[in-house]
């Protein structure tokens, strides 16, 4: 059975920093890991999808890396502002669903 | 038709009463899935259609538990005699069908919140 885990759960940082969320999975059989952004009550917001057979995903101040043999993904964000402040969730395809890992918590300083 | 809708957008109801939820996806993704999520974890899958079939079902999905998707369009959720454990968000998330080799991204609606008293 799949895990997902997120490391950290929450993180506070100043605004301009950059930062890397981590997210780590048992099974590296996967079909493709998405992240997420999810504001407060809100839905998910896609950020970034990386295919199996992709090492990577930018899309501006993100970036996105998968590891499968180690079971890893980093989420990079550059140059942090107070409006990056969310809950950031991966994601892991293994067959026909995604398993969600809980989530970091991000809030960042003005 | 800019995002997936879903309506209601909060539920109130008392324990032992039926609840439905609807959600619209983008019209053009064939794919349709069903989650659930509770504060402070992250969404936990229910149930998945392809056009108006529904291919799996998570053990999370009690007999009180009923999905539909009819003409393979918008889908309802319904939940009968709900217990208060049946409180949390629902999400609904679609996605389209890409080529051989590549897997597709999902979509989020807003959610339903249902809080069972």
């Known amino acids: 059975k799949q895990e997902v885990t997120q490391i950290p759960a929450a993180l506070s940082v100043p605004e301009g920093e950059n930062l890397v969320l981590n997210c780590s999975f048992t099974d590296s059989a996967i079909y493709n890991l998405q992240w997420f952004r999810q504001d407060p009550g809100k839905g998910l917001t896609s950020l970034l999808l990386?295919?199996?057979?992709?090492r990577e995903q930018t899309s501006g101040r993100l970036n996105a890396s998968l590891d499968k043999s180690s079971g890893r993904s980093t989420l990079y964000i550059a140059a942090s502002q107070p409006g990056d402040s969310a809950t950031y969730l991966c994601?892991?395809?293994?067959?026909?669903?995604?398993?969600f890992g809980p989530g970091t918590r991000l809030s960042v300083l003005p | 038709d800019t995002g997936v809708s879903q309506d209601p957008r909060h539920k109130i109801t008392k324990r032992g009463q039926n609840v439905t939820f609807r959600c619209d996806p983008i019209s053009e993704h064939n794919r349709l899935y069903w989650y659930r999520q509770t504060l402070g974890q992250g969404p936990e899958f229910l149930t998945y259609?392809?056009?108006?079939?529904?291919?799996?079902k998570s053990r999370l999905l009690s007999d009180r538990f009923s999905a539909e998707r009819p003409k393979g369009s918008f889908s309802t959720l319904e939940i009968q005699r709900t217990e208060q454990g049946d409180s949390a968000m629902y999400l609904c998330a679609s996605s389209p069908k890409l080529g051989r080799g590549f897997y597709d991204e999902q979509f989020f609606g807003p959610g339903t919140r249902l809080t069972v008293l």
């Open positions: 990386i295919q199996s057979s992709q």
């Open positions: 259609f392809q056009n108006e079939a529904q291919l799996e």
């Open positions: 994601a892991v395809r293994g067959g026909q669903n995604f398993v």
